[in-house]
Nanobody, 121 residues
Framework: QVQLVESGGGLVQPGGSLRLSCAASGSIFSINSMGWYRQAPGKQREFFAS???????NYADSVKGRFTISRDNAKNTVYLQMNSLKPEDTAVYYC???????????????WGQGTQVTVSS
């Protein structure tokens, strides 16, 4: 079983910055992609950033130029640096990982528990 533990959410003023972390642990053989979704009140969960094991990144237009995703493969951890935050970035942020286990059996997905990010003055 694989667990993802997120940290770093909180309250920040518009224009401010936050850094989220998400660490994966458990019976992991390898992790393909890791990334982030978010869900604002009354809205569906939406994808906005991912990074492959080789370091290739993908961003939604809504965060390009403001957010930076990175990962430490040795620590099975993904990071999200968020700058120039806006009130519309307020949401619960969820990390995910697509991984293979030591036991084999294909590609699986795991999700973090979510961390609240609130952008408000």
């Amino acid at each position: 079983q694989v667990q993802l533990v997120e940290s770093g959410g909180g309250l920040v003023q518009p224009g401010g910055s936050l850094r989220l972390s998400c660490a994966a642990s458990g019976s992991i053989f390898s992790i393909n992609s890791m990334g982030w979704y978010r869900q604002a009140p009354g809205k569906q969960r939406e994808f906005f950033a991912s990074v492959t094991s080789g370091g290739s990144t993908n961003y939604a237009d809504s965060v390009k130029g403001r957010f930076t995703i990175s990962r430490d493969n040795a620590k099975n951890t993904v990071y999200l640096q968020m700058n120039s935050l806006k009130p519309e970035d307020t949401a619960v942020y969820y990390c995910y990982a697509n991984y293979r286990t030591i036991q084999g059996g294909g590609l699986f997905s795991a999700w973090g528990q979510g961390t609240q990010v609130t952008v408000s003055s």
